[in-house]
């Protein structure tokens, strides 16, 4: 395989890698030296890519891997922890104030999830990827997925609702 062919097989799902390797580390910086760990592993293992039956479920996981290990390790203990995930609209200062108090409820509330929610919630919901696909990613069955999918939700749900519930009740 060579550098075009590879460039248009990882192209399609590079962007993924960073989403989830930034979901999980929460730091750019970190997501970004993911990424390109997980891109260099799978261009000195190039030639053997086409024997695989996807090679955007490999590199998730792969990515997966890569990042909890780097989560376990001792640096990870000195890792700085930033938190710009949100996309400002040009709305009023006080939409704009709102949404990013809403967005960073989300990310605080979707952060506390058990590990396998979050990871799981992420690739369905903001990756959009298929339940099959989530099952092999995360080596379990497409069942298990779907509880664990709906038991995230859930707890959204109800920690949102909790969260502006508290705000009404008190104002």
Request: glycine content about 4%; charged content about 30%; aromatic content about 8%.
């Amino acid at each position: 395989m060579n550098q075009a062919e590879f460039i248009r097989t990882i192209s399609p799902f590079k962007d993924k890698v960073f989403r989830l390797s930034k979901r999980l580390l929460v730091s750019t910086e970190e997501a970004e030296d993911a990424t390109q760990e997980v891109l260099v592993k799978l261009w000195n293992n190039r030639e053997k890519l086409q024997g695989y039956g996807s090679v955007e479920a490999m590199a998730m996981t792969m990515t997966r891997n890569y990042c909890l290990d780097r989560l376990k390790s001792k640096q990870a203990g000195e890792m700085r922890i930033v938190h710009t995930n949100y996309t400002d609209r040009q709305a009023g200062l006080y939409q704009q104030a709102e949404d990013r108090d809403s967005l960073e409820w989300a990310g605080r509330i979707m952060n506390s999830l058990p590990e396998q929610q979050k990871l799981i919630m992420q690739m369905r919901d903001i990756e959009q990827y298929e339940f099959e696909e989530i099952a092999k990613i995360m080596d379990m069955n497409e069942t298990a997925v779907r509880v664990a999918l709906s038991r995230a939700r859930k707890t959204m749900r109800e920690e949102l609702t909790k969260t502006h519930n508290y705000g009404i009740k008190n104002n």
